[in-house]
T-cell receptor
Framework: GQSLEQPSEVTAVEGAIVQINCTYQTSGFYGLSWYQQHDGGAPTFLSYNALDGLEETGRFSSFLSRSDSYGYLLLQELQMKDSASYFCALGSWGKFQFGAGTQVVVTP | DGGITQSPKYLFRKEGQNVTLSCEQNLNHDAMYWYRQDPGQGLRLIYYSQIVNDFQKGDIAEGYSVSREKKESFPLTVTSAQKNPTAFYLC??????????????FGQGTRLTVV
């Protein structure tokens, strides 16, 4: 089977940089993706890594190291609206497996 | 506009009753999924379908059933056999499952409460 681990909560101030780590165990996968979910809302796609390395999308960047079974999401120039839950997900043929999520709390 | 529509947004059910949650997509995606989310928890996979008339059980399929008679529709039935059905249910879809799932598009969810 597959399993993913993320920290449960991270707190940071506006303007700061936050890194959310995701470690996983799997027998095979195509890529690691990241989603944002505000309270009561639907998850929205942020970023995807099929290959090792860094993918940059505006203020958000995602990194994958297959050899270390590890990835992270980097949130830069934090804004109040970034307060949300963030999930990593493994994509394998036909389905996605999600981590338990990291609650990011941004303070003034 | 293309997207995924879930209905209803809120649903109340009496214990012992079956209830069906609707999920429709007009994105022309082959793959569709149902997830359950409990408060403060991640998303757990209930069922998924890669093609019409075919679907597979996810991690928590007991007490649920699905059908995939049309590409755009993937309804979920929560049966009376589901011991703790109160949760937030999310439907999703993605293109090209045969080439590896890369991105899932989610509906706005249905919040089911058993009363």
């Amino acid at each position: 089977g597959q399993s993913l681990e993320q920290p449960s909560e991270v707190t940071a101030v506006e303007g700061a940089i936050v890194q959310i780590n995701c470690t996983y165990q799997t027998s095979g996968f195509y890529g690691l993706s990241w989603y944002q979910q505000h309270d009561g809302g639907a998850p929205t796609f942020l970023s995807y890594n099929a290959l090792d390395g860094l993918e940059e999308t505006g203020r958000f960047s995602s990194f994958l190291s297959r050899s270390d079974s590890y990835g992270y999401l980097l949130l830069q120039e934090l804004q109040m609206k970034d307060s949300a839950s963030y999930f990593c997900a493994l994509g394998s043929w036909g389905k996605f497996q999600f981590g338990a999520g990291t609650q990011v709390v941004v303070t003034p | 506009d293309g997207g995924i529509t879930q209905s209803p947004k809120y649903l109340f059910r009496k214990e012992g009753q079956n209830v069906t949650l609707s999920c429709e997509q007009n994105l022309n995606h082959d793959a569709m999924y149902w997830y359950r989310q409990d408060p403060g928890q991640g998303l757990r996979l209930i069922y998924y379908s890669q093609i019409v008339n075919d679907f597979q059980k996810g991690d928590i399929a007991e007490g649920y059933s699905v059908s995939r008679e049309k590409k755009e529709s993937f309804p979920l039935t929560v049966t009376s056999a589901q011991k703790n059905p109160t949760a937030f249910y999310l439907c999703a879809s993605s293109p090209e499952p045969g080439q590896g799932a890369t991105e899932a598009f989610f509906g706005q969810g249905t919040r089911l409460t058993v009363v």
